[in-house]
């Protein structure tokens, strides 16, 4: 390491997660430089830290700091503006919508390559892949007007999946390239909240589009009024909650199979001394999907055992991780800050990476090891890279087959001691909204009536979503957990994601027990009369759109309110740290949900647009953004939100039970029909 780099500090300062600690102590030991050195090293820029630094030309940077308040009886000064007169507001306005844009960017070219996937599926030209779940294809082809039926009167009869799938392919590819009009996904909100996007003209006419003019707009000497620019900022981050996340989730549901519970395990206790260790890392399944099946198969086993290994274990790490948890109950290495040590436990034998998240340090840690590191996607190569294997749809499973065998090959070549921590964690995951809705009444009678019968009642005060990043800046897990914890002590059932989702997981929060231990009496009985965790596991970043199919489907099951704005929910990424996190909140607070972030904050070194974001955006839009840093602070922010929502429904107060009659349950279900 540098001479900077070379200072030590407490590993149990970084992170509350047993495992971490461990390898930091390990890494430590051995002189091996991970992201926490760096952070020690490395202070973030203050200006940059409050987005009023701007560097969209050659005439800058321009620094402009927020103004200190004067004192009593001083004259204000002049708010400092850059050289071209660009505010303070116009700025971090730029700024932040570089990071929504980004993001945006991010997952909308995640979901063009599942869908461009998935119409190879449907036209039957690739390796390894099907369309396995033919309920929701023909489920998903109403939304696009795609019949599952051919021939009229005693002729009709069901169209292939091959054919509603090849239909239904072209429909969703129009969505990225499309100019003008609306994004599909738009008319699944609730009514009220089309009608507020179209009064605002915020509604999405594509998925690239929007975020090429928010580039555009944000060049320099282009949109220079702040709330213009966060106008088409949610336009953009609309783009891809009710865009291209929703058709991602959707597409890889249909071809790998929709999530359902299943167990799992997670954390760095899950690799195997004596077993061929391969970590997938990355947010694209795609790859991911058949590597699990190339390492089922036989005769790789054997191949393995052949080396010296007694099998193989594939294991995950961030959002690929999720997605072949939540259909294969694969385990989970550990989240975003674990990388790097999963590596350091000498027992990795290949890291297979594809796209966002993947730190460039991970080729210096590989370098210290024998871990082969291996980039798969064109778009992602990293400088000291092992190998680069790209990946083709046409010939995935001999891509897979090809990254597993390089796998295996390397198991006799550790050099280093192997040191696994011994945690790891059960973990019941696959909660998709359509899995909720069946939990609570079966295939028949299943619907959101009874979640939000529980909420009338009281049992369970309100809903938050917990989603997002860890941060080097925080210790690592804490905020997630400590979050958590007080949300389900008063009655608050979570729904989790990402790498918060693998924190709810590392410390015993996604399992049926879980409900009796850390819940309030009302969510706890609500855990056992149902079998479920208090935190529901609902998968990768991308997923985050299952929430916003779960909101909707709170609102059309009625007694709620008209709009998502109404319900008593939250969100909250008390760890975020990228640009996707930026953009996933935009989207929520657009959809009008409360959305929390913690750690910092990308716009206060303008008090106009903060104001704006945190106040105005709430008479809009009905949802806003916070900030907090502190998680238990931040808990109660979210819960006295839950109780005005209460409040403003009139469910505030204990009610007397009422039991539906046949009669009241078909008046509902023509209401929820009509909207």
Avoid at 82 to 104: D, E, K, Y
Avoid at 138 to 143: G, L, R, S, T, V
Wanted: glycine share 10%.
């Amino acid at each position: 390491m540098a001479e900077q780099e070379k200072k030590t500090f407490d590993p149990s300062s970084k992170s509350v997660d047993q495992a971490t600690v461990a390898m930091l102590k390990h890494a430590q030991a051995s002189g091996i430089e991970t992201i926490f050195n760096r952070a020690e090293a490395m202070k973030p820029c203050p200006i940059g830290e409050e987005g009023s630094c701007c560097k969209i030309c050659a005439q800058g940077p321009c620094r402009v700091p927020a103004p200190k308040k004067a004192k009593e009886g001083e004259v204000q000064k002049k708010q400092a503006v850059g050289l071209c007169g660009a505010t303070a507001a116009t700025i971090a306005a730029r700024n932040f919508a570089r990071m929504v844009a980004a993001g945006t960017a991010s997952h909308n070219d995640h979901s063009r390559g599942v869908a461009l996937l998935f119409k190879e599926v449907a036209h039957g030209r690739t390796q390894g892949y099907e369309i396995k779940d033919v309920a929701k294809l023909k489920m998903i082809a109403k939304d696009w007007d795609v019949a599952i039926t051919e021939g009229e009167g005693d002729d009709k009869k069901p169209r292939s999946k091959e054919a509603i799938a090849q239909e239904m392919a072209d429909k969703v590819l129009l969505m990225f390239g499309q100019q003008a009009g609306e994004l599909n996904y738009i008319k699944r909100a609730p009514k009220k909240r089309q009608e507020i996007w179209r009064a605002e003209g915020v509604v999405p006419r594509g998925c690239d589009i929007e975020v090429v003019e928010l580039m555009h707009r944000t060049h320099m000497g282009v949109d220079q009024e702040y709330h213009n620019i966060i106008k088409q900022c949610t336009r953009t981050a609309l783009s891809d909650g009710w865009g291209g996340s929703m058709i991602s989730t959707d597409l890889q549901d249909i071809m790998f199979g929709m999530p359902k519970p299943i167990a799992g395990e997670i954390n760095l206790g899950v690799l195997k001394e004596d077993y061929v260790n391969i970590i997938i890392h990355g947010h694209e399944p795609l790859l991911p999907e058949m590597i699990y099946v190339a390492s089922q198969e036989p005769e790789m086993i054997q191949y393995a055992q052949n080396k010296g290994a007694k099998g193989i274990q594939l294991a995950g790490m961030c959002c690929s991780a999720n997605e072949i948890l939540m259909r294969h109950g694969l385990p989970i290495a550990g989240n975003y800050l674990q990388q790097e040590l999963a590596i350091i436990t000498g027992a990795v034998d290949a890291m297979v990476v594809d796209v966002q998240c993947e730190m460039q340090s991970l080729a210096n840690v590989a370098k210290c090891y024998h871990t082969k590191l291996i980039t798969t996607d064109t778009r992602a190569r990293i400088e000291g890279e092992t190998m680069h294997i790209p990946f083709d749809e046409h010939h995935a499973l001999d891509v897979a087959r090809q990254v597993v065998r390089e796998g295996i090959d390397n198991f006799p070549n550790r050099k280093a001691q192997v040191l696994i921590p011994s945690e790891s964690h059960p973990t019941v995951v696959g909660f998709s909204y359509e899995t909720i809705q069946y939990l609570l009444g079966g295939s028949i009678r299943g619907s959101y009536y009874t979640l939000n019968d529980n909420v009338i009642g009281g049992r369970i005060r309100g809903i938050a979503g917990v989603v997002g990043c860890n941060n080097c800046r925080t210790m690592h897990d804490n905020s997630h957990l400590t979050l958590i914890k007080e949300l389900l002590k008063n009655d608050v059932i979570v729904l989790t994601t990402g790498c918060s989702a693998m924190t709810a997981g590392k410390f015993g929060l996604l399992s049926p027990e879980a409900g009796a231990k850390y819940c309030g009496p009302g969510l706890a009985e609500i855990c056992e009369t149902v079998g479920i965790p208090p935190v529901l596991h609902m998968g990768s970043c991308v997923d985050n759109s299952r929430i916003l199919m779960a909101a909707t489907a709170c609102v059309k099951a009625g007694g709620l309110g008209n709009d998502i704005s109404d319900l008593p929910a939250a969100g909250a990424a008390p760890e975020w740290m990228s640009e996707k996190a930026i953009a996933i909140g935009q989207y929520f607070v657009a959809s009008g949900v409360y959305t929390m972030f913690g750690v910092t904050w990308p716009t206060t070194g303008s008090e106009l647009l903060t104001d704006y974001l945190f106040k105005g955006m709430e008479e809009t839009y009905g949802g806003k953004w916070d900030f907090e840093k502190d998680p238990l602070v931040m808990a109660q922010k979210m819960i006295a939100h839950i109780d005005k929502k209460r409040a403003a429904l009139g469910i505030d107060k204990a009610r007397e039970r009422v039991l539906f009659d046949m009669e009241m349950r078909r008046d509902m279900a023509a209401k929820a029909a009509e909207e």
